[in-house]
């Protein structure tokens, strides 16, 4: 064999084994490349993700910005509420203040009271027992004493008139004694 053909063989010999121990590394190579491009897949669906993360953050602040509007409201709210507790807290003690002076005056016509139906009730037991005999007896002596006052009016009345003559009479006799004397 020539030196030629020697030359080729080794180097048909170096390709083959070359080629023999760059294949694993080819393979791992297109490996590395698809892992690259599922890299790649991947980094631009994170991509998407982050976008729509970024997406809902904005979202978020402007929720949280409109609740903190509403708690600036609400704390408004609260601090009117307290005051109007503290106003009713107030009234509630001048009402409780009321309360016991008007049961203080309960108490006092409730004694009057009671002294009043004590006295109502001597009241009515003297009308009953002394006023009721008293006009009882009246009305007893009434109708007798008015019958007698009829019959005697009577008489009363003309002896009125007896009188009046006698007094006509007299003053004539005054007269003529006067005259005479």
Do not use: C, F, W
């Not at 048909?12 to 690259?36: G, H, N, Y």
């Not at 009402?95 to 009671?114: H, W």
């Not at 002394?130 to 005697?152: C, F, G, H, W």
């Amino acid at each position: 064999m020539t030196d030629q053909e020697l030359l080729l063989a080794i180097s048909d010999l170096m390709d083959r084994k070359l080629s023999s121990a760059l294949q694993p590394l080819k393979d791992d190579i297109q490996e590395l490349k698809r892992d690259v491009s599922d890299l790649k897949t991947d980094m631009t669906e994170l991509k998407e993700d982050v976008a729509l993360l970024r997406e809902d953050v904005a979202l978020l602040k402007e929720d949280v910005a409109l609740l903190k509007e509403d708690v600036a409201l609400l704390k408004e709210d609260v601090a009117l509420l307290k005051e109007d507790v503290a106003l009713l807290k107030e009234n509630v003690a001048l009402l409780k203040e009321d309360v016991a002076d008007l049961k203080k005056g309960m108490q006092l016509l409730e004694t009057r009271v009671s002294s009043l139906e004590r006295r109502m009730t001597a009241v009515e037991l003297h009308l009953e027992n002394v006023t009721d005999k008293n006009i009882q007896l009246l009305s007893e002596n009434y109708v007798p004493a008015s019958r007698r006052y009829m019959v005697e009016s009577a008489k009363i009345e003309a002896m009125q008139a007896d009188i009046d003559v006698m007094k006509a009479v007299l003053r004539e006799h005054s007269e003529k004694l006067k005259h005479i004397s």
